[in-house]
């Protein structure tokens, strides 16, 4: 795949550059790797809705939602790897209080976590934010949530309780807390040196603000997704007690240009620049259809998981107008998304701090700017 030219790059950000000027978001990043090299790293915006509010380069850090899940899917895959544990392995044979021996939620196995058919993807933890920064009191609500599908059956998307399972997991597989385990076995190795999953207790809380936009005047509400109004969550995701917590499933701090780097090293195999993060045939194992509905359990809409990972191929998700089935990637709620193509060798990344419905104005920014990136190389 040829590298983008000078003129190829002008166009493309006058694409981005629309869609700040038209008040989309405060502030974005859009990184492109093409063949394992940073082929595009835009940026542009502020930091912030306040008019003092600092000019948004490609250092600054933004907060990545439900982009985290994949690196916490990795720390998984390398577990496997290193024959810590296997993907049908149940939770209880690592976490015992997890669930009651002989009972529907003592089923529940790694594949069943990282595919998003677990059973358990929302409960009343999930409404309990000020909890958020208490591991013990994360352990305690997995160990007390009942399934709401039979565990293995019902894809539904785990938006928080997906990173509580893989971060105890990670946890009592490796003896380390995740976000230790992956900034060591994850982004160190690929010189993703602005990201972490939460803020370090002694870091700055530099991270962009986030603002949270009301949806555009339609003729009739879509009825998918979370439901959160992008102005809550907007507020609670710039409580910096929040963004201090270990929230495996959406406190990812990072930028673009790291994420692009995340996905050229997996599009290419799990191999960049002399680091190997995982095995090929984990990557094919991971990026590859494991559950698929035409009615997500949690957001409503048709839906395709991997191992830790979305994949293409539905009208609905956000690869492209026309969404490639060979790809891979993950949203982050209604302001970022990123994705991986092993066939073009292509990592992209797109992150804002403007939150967005996601049915279609957060996918139609997405959607255009992969759509924009995808013509210009191929011409």
């Not at 929040?242 to 599009?267: E, K, L, Q, S, V």
């Not at 089935?325 to 092993?342: C, K, T, Y």
Request: charged share 25%; with cysteine; proline share 5%.
């Amino acid at each position: 795949m040829a590298r983008p030219t000078d003129e190829d790059e002008r166009r493309l950000e006058a694409v981005f550059d629309r869609h700040l000027d038209v008040g989309l978001h405060h502030g974005a990043q859009l990184a492109v790797y093409i063949d394992g090299d940073l082929a595009i790293d835009l940026a542009g915006g502020s930091t912030g809705p306040d008019p003092d509010a600092a000019a948004t380069t490609p250092e600054t850090r933004f907060l990545l939602f439900s982009c985290t899940k994949p690196y916490a899917g990795v720390c998984v895959h390398q577990l496997a790897e290193n024959g810590d544990l296997a993907y049908d392995d149940r939770l209880v044979e690592f976490w015992p209080e997890f669930a009651d021996d002989g009972s529907e939620k003592a089923n529940i196995t790694v594949r069943q976590v990282l595919s998003h058919t677990a059973g358990i993807p929302f409960g009343e933890f999930d409404e309990q934010a000020g909890k958020w920064d208490d591991w013990e009191a994360v352990v305690r609500a997995m160990e007390a949530i009942e399934p709401v599908f039979p565990p293995g059956e019902q894809p539904a998307y785990h938006a928080l309780n997906y990173g509580w399972l893989v971060g105890e997991l990670v946890r009592r597989a490796s003896g380390r807390r995740i976000e230790a385990y992956a900034a060591e076995n994850v982004f160190e190795p690929l010189g993703m040196d602005h990201t972490s999953i939460g803020l370090g207790s002694e870091e700055r809380d530099d991270v962009a603000t986030l603002a949270g936009f009301g949806e555009f005047d339609r003729c009739r509400d879509p009825e998918e997704g979370l439901g959160t109004p992008a102005a809550d969550s907007a507020a609670t995701f710039n409580d910096e007690a929040i963004r201090r917590a270990t929230i495996p499933a959406a406190n990812g701090i990072g930028t673009a240009r790291d994420m692009a780097r995340f996905y050229a090293c997996i599009a290419k195999g799990g191999e960049l620049g002399g680091a190997r993060l995982v095995e090929e045939a984990t990557v094919a194992e991971a990026t590859s259809t494991h559950a698929e509905t035409d009615s997500d359990g949690t957001l409503s809409r048709p839906a395709r998981y991997g191992l830790g990972f979305l994949t293409g191929g539905l009208a609905n998700d956000m690869f492209g107008t026309v969404s490639p089935e060979r790809v891979f990637g993950h949203a982050g709620l209604g302001s970022v998304f990123a994705w991986g193509d092993p066939e073009e060798s292509i990592g992209f990344a797109y992150v804002t701090n403007g939150i967005r419905e996601e049915s279609y104005e957060h996918a139609a920014r997405v959607n255009a700017m992969a759509d924009a990136v995808r013509l210009l190389i191929r011409e």
